[in-house]
């Protein structure tokens, strides 16, 4: 299935390659123009898509970034059975790699995190990244440009991840509990690393954890960065990563129709064989998701797999390098010097093959002095990557365990 979902993507990509030329700062196969996206996504925000219809009150924010990238914000204060505002503890859910907000939302209400949240006394917010669909906005830069692209995951942590904190920190006026999955976790330990965020977190759930991933056995993802597809990419001038495409979305709704086909296989090529998503959960994937990131971000992530290390993101010239950190060699993040009071939740699945299971391990070892009771590590043997977030027994497996969790350290 992974050569013939690669196959799909090899096909798709020579035919619009010449159009993704002319515009050089882009790689994308969505034939939609970048102020038809703006556009759309003002008259079209998560709260009125995803949250409104199914019963919940929702709040539409945003937040500007030192940096000064605009990000979209969604809050659900109150539960469908209502109760009032102000007394309950806030939950910040981040998002993974060419994912955004829904991300939380795509499962029915009673198993989407969002809502069982909401539902459960928390007052829920959710952030996209910057460059997706609802935060594609800055003070001055277009995302049409070079510039806007020119960030790794060291800015999400730096950047995004304290704008969206402390906003969430002044609207309430309390401490917050923190949710990651995939990529968002790895937001998450690289600032608590530095000693940053930690004045304002009651505690940090990783999903899904991404630290180390040396070890990933995903075909596409060791592929790609041992064919250095990303520096490729950037090399030609695509500095956006745009995955998603009308023509490439529509190709693969029609195949997921055919009830032979088990398109849930798409997405285990990627993630590994995730034990409990329905068929169906493809289709409502595939209207939302997946969002755009920036080439450098892939290039960051892959010089972490060929290289098994944390470090700040390479140039991979001494010069540049000392411009950037005063030293020749980029920063290493060490995890290990996360606050050993931090309350902490890990959740890993066996069959994984992004937060591989020896990379888990290895991240544990790391953390290994941790206050023995401030973590607690939550395996599932038949879990992979995607099924955390849209798994139908995520709720018993995950969510009702982290709630618990949440309540010891309210």
């Known amino acids: 299935m992974a050569n013939s979902l690669v196959f799909i993507i090899t096909c798709f990509f020579i035919l619009l390659y010449p159009s993704a030329l002319a515009n050089r700062s882009h790689f994308s196969w969505n034939e939609t123009s970048t102020s038809a996206v703006l556009s759309a996504s003002n008259a079209d925000g998560i709260c009125q898509s995803m949250v409104q219809p199914r019963g919940y009150t929702c709040e539409e924010h945003k937040v500007t970034t030192k940096d000064g ?28 790699l060419l994912m955004d907000a829904i991300t939380w939302l795509l499962s029915p209400p009673d198993q989407s995190l969002a809502l069982v949240l909401a539902d459960n006394g928390f007052d829920v917010w959710l952030v996209s990244s910057r460059g997706t669909k609802y935060s594609r906005g800055h003070v001055s830069l277009n995302p049409d440009s070079e510039a806007y692209w020119d960030w790794t995951w060291d800015e999400l942590a730096a950047y995004d991840l304290p704008a969206t904190f402390q906003y969430v920190h002044r609207q309430t006026g309390q401490k917050l509990h923190y949710v990651g999955h995939s990529l968002g976790t790895l937001m998450g330990m690289a600032a608590f ?43 030609l001038g695509l500095h956006e990563f745009n995955p998603k495409g009308d023509a490439v979305t529509k190709l693969l ?15 285990n090529s990627f993630t590994g064989k995730n034990c409990c998503l329905k068929p169906s959960i493809v289709d409502v994937f595939l209207d939302h998701e997946p969002q755009s990131s920036s080439t450098k971000n892939l290039i960051h992530i892959a010089q972490m797999i060929r290289e098994g290390t944390i470090s700040m993101y390479d140039y991979k010239d001494g010069g540049q390098n000392r411009r950037r950190y005063g030293k020749s060699t980029p920063p290493v993040y060490n995890i290990a010097n996360i606050p050993k009071n931090l309350p902490l939740f890990l959740g890993h699945g066996g069959a994984d093959s992004l937060s591989d299971v020896e990379d888990v391990k ?20 038949d879990y992979a990557h995607a099924d955390p977030v849209m798994g139908t027994n995520a709720r018993q497996v ?6 618990a969790f949440f309540k010891v350290h309210a």
């Open 398 to 403: 995950v969510y009702e365990p982290l709630m």
């Open 362 to 381: 290895h991240l544990l070892k790391i953390l290994k002095d941790h206050d023995k009771n401030k973590i607690v590590v939550q395996f599932r043997k």
């Open 69 to 96: 990238y605009i990000l979209s914000l969604q809050r659900i204060p109150l539960g469908r059975v209502g109760g009032k505002k102000g007394n309950r503890i806030p939950v910040l859910l981040q998002h993974g």
């Open 253 to 267: 709704k029609k195949i997921c129709v055919n009830p032979l086909i088990d398109c849930t296989n798409l997405l």
């Open 193 to 235: 690393s530095k000693g940053e965020l930690v004045s304002m977190t009651r505690s940090a759930a990783l999903l899904s954890p991404i630290a180390y991933v040396g070890q990933i056995t995903s075909p596409l993802g060791r592929t790609a960065a041992e064919n250095f597809l990303a520096e490729t990419l950037r090399w």
